[in-house]
């Protein structure tokens, strides 16, 4: 397919718990997986990328894995935080630099 | 300095207009990109840039236009403004995979 499959929509956590976002892709050649944030008014900011080389990433509270023979890849964030609220979009890197969005999932984290 | 900066922030016009928005990079970066968001937040690409030479247009009506001055600009003119053109509008830049976006245009077609 085309799409890159993002989940859950909606997220709404309480102020220090987890969240967990999950994309799922379908060309078995992509090679490079970004996270981007997009704040209310904002452009969507990279946050953190995972290259297909390596299966974890970290980042302070924000960690990647991706697993390539399912080809799913997750973004973590822990000990959520209000300013973590946002739409977070996975996207799947496809050749010639063709990037493919998901559709967004929306967290809020609630005090 | 703004990496990506795109104007105006804002534009509200009516149907049937022709309108503008601009776009600038200070990266030095060789594509540039513009993205349609539409009320749902779907990203859809719209055009890419390198080098002067368009490399991809998803399907977007012709009355869309990418102009590029040269390497660090790309703007986007549109022709004959219908309501469905509403939505936010993102320039962005990149040097190999990665993507930087300017803060948006949120265009209104009264």
């Known amino acids: 397919g085309e799409n890159v499959e993002q989940h859950p929509s909606t997220l709404s956590v309480q102020e220090g718990d987890s969240a967990v976002i999950k994309c799922t892709y379908s060309?078995?050649?992509?090679?490079?997986f970004p996270w981007y944030k997009q704040e209310l008014g904002k452009g969507p900011q990279l946050i953190i990328d995972?290259?297909?080389?390596?299966g974890e990433k970290k980042d302070q509270r924000i960690a990647v894995t991706l697993n390539k023979t399912a080809k799913h890849f997750s973004l973590h964030i822990t000990e959520t935080q209000p300013e973590d609220s946002a739409v977070y979009f996975c996207a799947e890197g496809r050749s010639q630099g063709n990037l493919i969005f998901g559709k967004g999932t929306k967290l809020s984290v609630k005090p | 300095d703004t990496a990506v900066s795109q104007t105006p922030k804002y534009l509200v016009t009516q149907m049937g207009n022709d309108k503008s928005i601009k776009c600038e990079q200070n990266l030095g970066h060789d594509t540039m990109y513009w993205y349609k968001q539409d009320s749902k937040k779907f990203l859809k690409i719209m055009f890419s840039y390198n080098n002067k030479e368009l490399i991809i247009n998803e399907t977007v009506p012709n009355r869309f236009s990418p102009k590029s001055p040269d390497k660090a600009h790309l703007n986007l003119h549109i022709n004959s403004l219908e309501l469905g053109d509403s939505a936010v509008y993102f320039c962005?830049?990149?040097?190999?995979?990665?993507?930087?976006f300017g803060a948006g245009t949120r265009l209104s077609v009264l």
């Open positions: 060309d078995s050649a992509s090679n490079y």
């Open positions: 995972i290259r297909s080389n390596v």
């Open positions: 962005a830049s990149s040097q190999g995979q990665g993507r930087y």
